[in-house]
């Protein structure tokens, strides 16, 4: 075993994140970027640089990123020159004027031409944005209002709507805790859960509201592969109640198929959603849909203005040609195998129980230790940012993780390990904690 620097991060971030969290509710504007979900009071929290996969602190100490990487914007890495190149030009043209920016056009034609079955495509900037604009076409289409859904969709009225009255609806739902204070009572019955791979679910909400189902909303695949037949029966099911099927490729898409992983999987709905990877890190976000389903979006008021600027157009176009042209959706599988293999490999080696999931491209573990599980995560973080790698249960691979960067986590994981299994075995873990155990829910935050 090579031996690896011990790099502690400095305070700058987490001293600025406490003035941050007396101005800004929250500290942060996302709940997977509060500093409470990885390492309370000693995570580097803001960044001055970010390339490939190393972003440096407000101290400039280097950390390769091991996480959800830009929460799953970056698959190209930070900062990446061609889309960069692609930017500067559009800003040194003008990113924003009173006429339209002509990337939409060639983007439109692009994502249509990678989904064949999509006709149309409206933007917007963010993934949260574009689910609510998927809605509100999907309800002008049907003239109804009552979605049944599955999985996580974003902060919009419609998704919370699920948690009004029984506040357990959100719970497996990926963000379990998620409260719907301000969102209108009316709303209450409009919105309900369905569980992945449970179609006798959705046939019960299909049976019960009859005539009322404007949509079925889920994401094609998250953690799990869907049984056999089982994106089949929503398809057919959404068509026997005459709803709208959404696919949610907000983070699914690109990374294990170019374009949204449905194409893979072999369903196709009548509208998808993509953001994040769509544009490398930067604004974009993309409804694409069935002609017949999209045209409602001339009977309602869809219309922001900087849904016209044009960085974010160019960015997806630049984006899209790159990751098809460096072959991300190979590149990206192979590091996210090899990283689970490494995991379960240093487990088996000190005797811990991991629970390792998700897919190559969104892999996931979790220590399986009973009460002790939280401890050894926030443990994990800690002993990893000491060895200069931002580093939790969820990794998501980007083109700039080569095989020997993944050694190099893997080895840092492997010291990390040992540490963990000799607290556990010798009754310390606690003792080693230098803050508080990091948070796991939404409802711990508040
Ligand atoms: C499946 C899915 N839908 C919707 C969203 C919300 O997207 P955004 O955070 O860009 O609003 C996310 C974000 O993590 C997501 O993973």
Known sequence: MTSIPISRSGRTGPELYLRAKKRIPGGTQLL????????????????????????????????????????????????????????????????????????????????CEIHPWADQVRYARAGGEAMSIAIRIARAATGRDTIAFCGYHGWGDWYLAANLGETTALNGHLLPGLEPTGVPQALRGSALPFRYNQPSELEAIVSSQKGKLAAVVMEPMRHDAPSDGFLEKIRSLADEAGAVLIFDEITSGWRSHHGGIHLRLGVEPDIAVLAKSISNGFPMAAVIGRARIMEAAQRTFISSTYWTEGIGPAAALATLKRLKSVGAVSHIEKIGELTREGWRAAARRHALTLNVGGIPALCTFAFNHGEESRVLMTLFTQGMLDRGFLANGAFYPTCAHTPEIVSRYLQAADLVFADLKAGLANKTLKNDLRGPVAHSSFARLT
Do not use: H
């Not at 889309?83 to 924003?96: C, K, L």
């Open 32 to 111: 997977s970027k509060r500093p409470e979900m990885f390492l309370p009071d000693n995570w580097p929290a803001y960044y001055s640089r970010a390339e490939g996969c190393t972003i440096w602190d407000l101290d400039g100490q280097p950390f390769t990123d091991f996480t959800s990487c830009g929460i799953g914007c970056c698959l190209l890495g930070y900062a990446d020159p061609t889309v960069n190149a692609a930017v500067m030009d559009r800003i040194t043209r003008g990113s924003m004027c009173t006429l339209n920016s002509a990337d939409e056009v060639e983007l439109a034609d692009l994502l």
